[in-house]
Each structure stands twice: as structure tokens, then as C-alpha cells.
């Protein structure tokens, strides 16, 4: 009876949460897919039915493709650098013997991340202007005069530009958060291997990977499915140009229901986007449940 009692109570408690969950999580989805299969115009009202005829017009849309293939770099690149170099970088940091020194390095690692993105991409806007800003500046200083150009302004670099932009911005919470794993690790294990006569090196692969492999499984995903959701940067720093090579599928999204009124289409992307980070968080963590097991 009591068992009973505090199931019911446990479900009580739980229940708001749930709805909430399913009003403004789980509803707008299953919305979201009904608005996909419709030529919508929000303006005037107007619906037109056309089942998948948004999905055929995503397969024959060379700016999906684009769009779709520089998140796809994003997303590389962003793996990198604030997984594999941010656990790289915290390994470097908490071997440094002084702790003031430790604090005072997580500290100058962590501050561009607490700028908003907004922020980070003016600023960087301001660096990359190809006449009056400081990195065309410091080039022509160093007689590399070659290299200055206008980064946002070619197809070529701006979304390299953008990406380099994001990952100085996110680096140093990358770095943070596996300082914490690390910092978890039992020092007995590290004293173990330096008795042994392993090396930093080793220590490092054998030990330190191993024991973070949760952090960095987590940190995969959350890097994988942000760089799937980029917006805020390109929207501040090209808004998708020049002539749409840095088109993401967040600011094609935008662009095709705000600007070109179909928010059918807008939808599609939205579903497809949707589809594509669920499946990669799914197969993260089919993979490292696997690996706990094996291991």
C-alpha cells in the first residue's frame, strides 16, 4: 500500500514536468512535420498541401547542399579543437604543479566564453574588416602583405573565418569541463604510473583518455549537435553570403520561411536538421554505452 502510495505521489511530482515536456518540446515537432508537407504562406494564410513535395524540393536545392556540407565542416573542425584539443590543452594545464597558476589559466582559457556570441561575432567582424582591421594590420607589420584580404568578403575564406570565430569562443568551456574530469581522476593512479617509469606522454594516452572517456563522449555530442544548430555567427558576421557560401542550415532556414515566406519549406529544413542531430546523439551514445561494457 505504501509502495503504492509513493509511486502515485513520484508520478504526481513528476507530472507537470512531463506535460510542460510534451507542450513545448514534443507538440511543436509532431507541428513541425504537419507544416513540412504544406506550401505555406504566413502572410496571407494561405495553405496548399503537397505531402513531400518540400522534401524533393530539398534534394534538388544546391543551397541545402552547401548549407548542409558547411555544417558538416563545422562540425569537424569543431571536434578538433574543443574536444581533442580542449582535452589536450586541460591535461597541459592540470599537470602545472602551482595551483594559482592552474586557476589563473582556466580563467584566461574560460573568458571568451562567457562573451555572447553576438558579441564574439562583432568583434571578429571588426578584426577581419580587410582595411582598418587588426589581423590584415598585424600581416602587412610582419611584410606578409600577401596574406591580408577581406576574409568575410571571398567564398574561399569566410566560412573558415566564421569557424575560427566560434571555436576561439568556445575553446576555454571545452578546456574547463574536462579540467573537472581530470581533476576527478584519483592522483594514487597518476603516482602508480610515475613509479612505473611512464612517461607524460603515456600517462596521458593510457590513463587520463581513458578515464574522461565519458566527458569526451558527452562533449562530442553537445559539440556535434551546436554545430548543427550554428546561427548567431553567421547571421552577425556574413548573414550567409557572400553569394550564400556561408549559408548554415539554421540561417537557410531563416532565410527561406522570414525572407522567402515559405515556411513549409522552413520546415522541412527544420526536419531534416531535427533528424540529422538525433541520429548522431543516438549512434554517441549506442557507441559509448558499447564501450563501457567493453571495457
Same mark, same amino acid.
Given at each position: 500500500m505504501r509502495a503504492t502510495l509513493r $509511486?502515485?505521489?513520484g508520478l504526481a511530482w513528476v507530472l507537470p514536468a512531463l506535460v510542460l515536456v510534451g507542450v513545448f518540446v514534443y507538440l511543436p515537432l509532431v507541428q513541425n512535420l504537419q507544416f513540412s508537407t504544406l506550401n505555406w504562406d504566413i502572410y496571407s494564410g494561405s495553405q496548399e498541401y503537397v505531402a513531400l513535395g518540400n522534401y524533393t524540393k530539398l534534394v534538388e536545392d544546391p543551397?541545402?547542399?552547401?548549407?548542409?556540407? !558547411? !555544417? =558538416?565542416?563545422?562540425a569537424v573542425i569543431s571536434i578538433a579543437f574543443q574536444v581533442f584539443g580542449a582535452l589536450v590543452l586541460a591535461a597541459l594545464i592540470e599537470s602545472i604543479r602551482g595551483e594559482r597558476w592552474r586557476r589563473a589559466l582556466r580563467a584566461i582559457y574560460f573568458i571568451p566564453a562567457a562573451l555572447s556570441l553576438t558579441v564574439a561575432g562583432l568583434l571578429f567582424y571588426f578584426i577581419y574588416e580587410p582595411n582598418l582591421g587588426p589581423l590584415n594590420h598585424a600581416l602587412r607589420a610582419i611584410g606578409l602583405d600577401g596574406f591580408a584580404q577581406a576574409w568575410l568578403g571571398q567564398e574561399s575564406t569566410a566560412m573558415t573565418a566564421i569557424i575560427a570565430m566560434s571555436q576561439w569562443q568556445g575553446f576555454g568551456y571545452s578546456t574547463l569541463l574536462f579540467a573537472v574530469a581530470i581533476q $576527478? *581522476? %584519483?592522483s594514487e593512479i597518476y603516482g602508480a =604510473? =610515475? *613509479?612505473?617509469g611512464v612517461g607524460p606522454v603515456r600517462r596521458f594516452v593510457h590513463v587520463? #583518455? %581513458?578515464? #574522461?572517456r565519458e566527458m569526451t563522449g558527452l562533449m562530442a555530442i553537445v559539440t556535434i549537435s551546436g554545430a548543427f544548430q550554428v546561427f548567431n555567427e553567421v547571421m552577425v558576421m556574413t548573414g550567409g553570403g557572400p553569394n550564400n557560401s556561408t549559408q548554415v542550415l539554421g540561417t537557410w532556414l531563416y532565410r527561406s520561411g522570414f525572407v522567402r515566406n515559405n515556411f513549409g519549406y522552413a520546415a522541412a529544413i527544420a526536419t531534416v536538421l531535427f533528424v540529422i542531430t538525433l541520429g548522431i546523439a543516438v549512434a554517441q551514445l549506442w557507441v559509448t554505452r558499447r564501450r563501457r561494457v567493453e571495457w
Amino acid at each position: 500500500m505504501r509502495a503504492t502510495l509513493r $509511486r502515485t505521489l513520484g508520478l504526481a511530482w513528476v507530472l507537470p514536468a512531463l506535460v510542460l515536456v510534451g507542450v513545448f518540446v514534443y507538440l511543436p515537432l509532431v507541428q513541425n512535420l504537419q507544416f513540412s508537407t504544406l506550401n505555406w504562406d504566413i502572410y496571407s494564410g494561405s495553405q496548399e498541401y503537397v505531402a513531400l513535395g518540400n522534401y524533393t524540393k530539398l534534394v534538388e536545392d544546391p543551397i541545402f547542399w552547401s548549407s548542409l556540407g !558547411n !555544417n =558538416a565542416l563545422y562540425a569537424v573542425i569543431s571536434i578538433a579543437f574543443q574536444v581533442f584539443g580542449a582535452l589536450v590543452l586541460a591535461a597541459l594545464i592540470e599537470s602545472i604543479r602551482g595551483e594559482r597558476w592552474r586557476r589563473a589559466l582556466r580563467a584566461i582559457y574560460f573568458i571568451p566564453a562567457a562573451l555572447s556570441l553576438t558579441v564574439a561575432g562583432l568583434l571578429f567582424y571588426f578584426i577581419y574588416e580587410p582595411n582598418l582591421g587588426p589581423l590584415n594590420h598585424a600581416l602587412r607589420a610582419i611584410g606578409l602583405d600577401g596574406f591580408a584580404q577581406a576574409w568575410l568578403g571571398q567564398e574561399s575564406t569566410a566560412m573558415t573565418a566564421i569557424i575560427a570565430m566560434s571555436q576561439w569562443q568556445g575553446f576555454g568551456y571545452s578546456t574547463l569541463l574536462f579540467a573537472v574530469a581530470i581533476q $576527478r *581522476i %584519483p592522483s594514487e593512479i597518476y603516482g602508480a =604510473a =610515475a *613509479i612505473d617509469g611512464v612517461g607524460p606522454v603515456r600517462r596521458f594516452v593510457h590513463v587520463t #583518455v %581513458p578515464l #574522461v572517456r565519458e566527458m569526451t563522449g558527452l562533449m562530442a555530442i553537445v559539440t556535434i549537435s551546436g554545430a548543427f544548430q550554428v546561427f548567431n555567427e553567421v547571421m552577425v558576421m556574413t548573414g550567409g553570403g557572400p553569394n550564400n557560401s556561408t549559408q548554415v542550415l539554421g540561417t537557410w532556414l531563416y532565410r527561406s520561411g522570414f525572407v522567402r515566406n515559405n515556411f513549409g519549406y522552413a520546415a522541412a529544413i527544420a526536419t531534416v536538421l531535427f533528424v540529422i542531430t538525433l541520429g548522431i546523439a543516438v549512434a554517441q551514445l549506442w557507441v559509448t554505452r558499447r564501450r563501457r561494457v567493453e571495457w
